[in-house]
């Protein structure tokens, strides 16, 4: 009646999740390996003892700024508090989850004769609490993992075409528009900051996506790379398929408060060198008869920005500004990611195939990632908008587990 009792406190804890199937064995050399399949690994569920360590320290941390808070109110300090706060809860279930384990576990393989009776009922509940306690391990990760420092920010998406000649061109706007539709799905506010057609119209010269939208940047940050498509082009007489890229860089817009000025006063005197021109291209009454295109180059580091969209000089130059910010903040985050060794450079350094991240094959309706080397067999799903989150949190779950791959060496 004891153990009995004493099972029933341990049982409490464990929402249901699953059903057993049949009867399993504890192998008490391995105490949380149970012989039968399923999907849930002998260390899916477990923390390793470096990121235990760092989360408790963080507890210790929020502990500390609590009582510190106590003793006079400090906005910066709440703030840290509250960011930690979802991490001190989710570390306290993960221990009463795992010691409840080690209790069922116990159960499970004891000879007691009184026991001996639950011992399927503590495999069941074992398996459930294993299936919960993934889950609080995955959470516990992601708030150790420290947040990209632009991810809440708008953003600016480049396209530009790569090796495919015409069809490149055409690749690159069939992206552009995927990613428009993707801003109409989830109602995010987008316009064109930049846009050149080839002369038919049906192909991208180069194009500049800019996203109203807090935290698009965090979103679609995974998206700069060259991207590759796989399909029989409408030119095509012998039905052979071509293989085309298109580059895409995906750029965080730099908060102003709201002043799109403050973009150029951010720069010193001299640093920025201002050429103006006529516009060039298709594009209605205005080109090549008025001085409204702009271009700006950074000299410290030759970046140029060109711009033309608009018929006012003003508003070309306000938006060429926003994206060379934009270049520059990217471009020093990269550097020091890369000093450090905490991240991979995600923009594109050329638009050759062996530099491709994605693959959009027609025939055979497949998309493919090949960082995270998730398939999906939706391809025009995926270029309407409608399913590209499914390709984005398999992306974002890889990018996840890379960083915490690097906090356990750390």
């Not at 105490?31 to 399949?37: A, G, K, L």
């Not at 399927?120 to 459930?128: F, G, L, M, P, R």
């Not at 497949?366 to 995270?372: A, Q």
Request: aromatic share 6%; with cysteine.
């Amino acid at each position: 009646m004891l153990a009995r009792c004493r099972y029933t406190i341990f049982a409490r804890f464990i929402p249901p999740v699953i059903a057993i199937r049949g009867r399993a064995n504890i192998q008490l050399i391995r105490p949380y390996s149970i012989d039968r399949n399923e999907e849930v690994g002998e260390t899916d569920f477990i923390l390793s003892e470096i990121l235990l360590d760092k989360a408790r320290d963080l507890r210790d941390e929020c502990s500390k700024l609590s009582t510190e808070l106590e003793q006079g109110y400090d906005n910066e300090k709440a703030l840290r508090v509250s960011k930690l706060a979802q991490l001190v809860k989710n570390l306290t279930e993960y221990e009463e989850a795992k010691q409840t384990l080690d209790e069922l576990v116990e159960l499970a393989a004891s000879e007691d004769p009184e026991e001996k009776e639950l011992h399927d009922e503590a495999v069941e509940d074992a398996h459930k609490l294993r299936e919960q306690m993934v889950g609080i391990k995955q959470s516990i990760e992601m708030n150790l993992v420290a947040p990209h420092p632009f991810a809440d920010h708008s953003c600016f998406i480049e396209l530009r075409p790569g090796i495919g000649g015409s069809e490149a061109a055409i690749f690159a706007k069939d992206l552009l528009e995927m990613y428009q539709k993707y801003c109409v799905t989830h109602k995010w506010r987008f316009s064109m900051a930049e846009q050149t057609l080839t002369e038919s119209g049906d192909g991208l010269v180069s194009g500049i996506l800019m996203i109203d939208e807090s935290g698009s940047y965090g979103r679609l940050r995974f998206e700069g790379g060259v991207h590759r498509v796989q399909r029989i082009p409408d030119t095509e007489t012998k039905g052979r398929v071509h293989t085309s890229t298109a580059a895409v860089i995906v750029l965080p817009n730099i908060d102003t408060n709201g002043d799109i000025n403050a973009a150029e006063r951010s720069f010193a005197p001299g640093e920025v060198r201002v050429d103006i021109m006529r516009s060039r291209g298709a594009g209605g009454q205005h080109v090549n008869t008025t001085d409204s295109a702009v271009r700006l180059t950074h000299l410290p580091t030759g970046i140029v920005v060109a711009m033309q969209d608009s018929r006012s000089q003003h508003q070309n130059r306000e938006k060429a500004y926003l994206i060379l910010r934009a270049r520059l903040a990217e471009r020093e985050l990269t550097a020091k990611m890369e000093k450090d060794r905490q991240a991979r450079t995600s923009q594109v350094t050329t638009t050759d195939r062996s530099d491709k991240i994605r693959t959009y094959n027609y025939p055979q309706n497949r998309i493919t990632d090949h960082r995270c080397a998730f398939t999906m067999y939706d391809l025009q799903g995926c270029l309407s908008g409608e399913s590209l989150d499914v390709m984005l949190d398999s992306v974002e779950k890889w990018a996840q587990d890379e960083e915490v791959k690097k906090l356990n060496l750390t």
